[in-house]
């Protein structure tokens, strides 16, 4: 997991991502600041921790097609000032290789630093299983959800789900980042709505390889 600091004209904004090669972290494009710090191989926000790597940006690559007003394409990728070096605590996420859909029903996992309550931050990174829905759950209370483009996740009758500050951590269904936190409705009820990771492959695959020769070692 990464942590990632951003500065937005609110403030200080906390969002997750996750590492999907040794110079990209993959994130929510609601992520984007005019300052982005990258912390990773982190577990704890306020202890010193040997396995931390902060690693600068050199460029925020939102989707070009992202819409602030209904959040579609929120998805980003942050190329870094140079490559990461893996350990036990810093690893790549794999992602799918191809379009494929998840089963109502299906057990994936998120974790984040977001918000555990009203106003209670976590300190130490959090873990929740969570299930995949029918589109229709998410399709009666957002407007603007696509099944196409998006996943709704988390069971309506569980208090369970993701939170303010969760924004842009994998979805990860058998080992495979199949969605990034985008959002959900004002007090953290279930289902919250995911960017579905295989419908942007495409554009994964094209931004990475452009700008692959323009990372230091």
Known sequence: ??????????????CGGFLVR????????????SQINVILGIHSVTASEWTQQRIPVLRPIPHPRYNQRNNRNDIMLLQLAYRVRQNEAVRLVALPQTEEMLSPGTQCTVAGWGLTGQNRRAITL????LTIQRDGECHSRFDFYTGQKQICVGD???RKSTFLGDSGGPLVCSNVAQGIV?????????PAVFTRISSFLPWIRRTMRRFQERTPE
């Not at 959090?126 to 299983?129: D, I």
């Open 1 to 14: 997991m990464a942590y990632i600091q951003t500065l937005t004209p609110a403030g200080l904004t906390i």
């Open 22 to 33: 040794e110079d990209f972290v993959m994130t929510a494009a609601r992520c984007l600041g």
């Open 126 to 129: 959090q873990e929740v299983q």
């Open 156 to 158: 309506p009758r569980e």
């Open 182 to 190: 985008s959002y959900g409705d004002r007090v953290g009820t279930p």
